[in-house]
Nanobody, 122 residues
Framework: QVQLVESGGGLVQAGGSLRLSCAASGRTFTKSPMGWFRRAPGKEREFVAAISWTGLYRNYANSVKGRFTISRDNDNNMVYLQLASLKPEDTAVYYC???????????????WGQGTQVTVSS
């Protein structure tokens, strides 16, 4: 059974930083690209960032490019998302997921977890 557990969210002022963590269990993590997504209140879930198994390829949504950094620790089955220069519009529940294709965020292959709430105050 695949399980993804997100953590690290919280309340932060605009311009602040947070680091989100995703703990993965199960075989899906092995050799899988991983991604972060978010759902803001009243909006559809959207792609944020993706990283290949080796970490050599990373992809970001235009809205977060230059501010967010995705990384992974394959030895410990962890994926991270460093958030910086946060804006109120970054307020959302953030989710991680395994992907079939690094370059295609539509290829999510794992169930959505509980996510972690990020709230950015102005």
């Amino acid at each position: 059974q695949v399980q993804l557990v997100e953590s690290g969210g919280g309340l932060v002022q605009a311009g602040g930083s947070l680091r989100l963590s995703c703990a993965a269990s199960g075989r899906t993590f092995t050799k899988s690209p991983m991604g972060w997504f978010r759902r803001a209140p009243g909006k559809e879930r959207e792609f944020v960032a993706a990283i290949s198994w080796t970490g050599l390829y990373r992809n970001y949504a235009n809205s977060v490019k230059g501010r967010f950094t995705i990384s992974r620790d394959n030895d410990n089955n962890m994926v991270y998302l460093q958030l910086a220069s946060l804006k109120p519009e970054d307020t959302a529940v953030y989710y991680c997921a395994a992907l079939q294709e690094t370059r295609d965020p539509r290829t999510v292959v794992t169930p959505w977890g509980q996510g972690t709430q990020v709230t950015v105050s102005s």
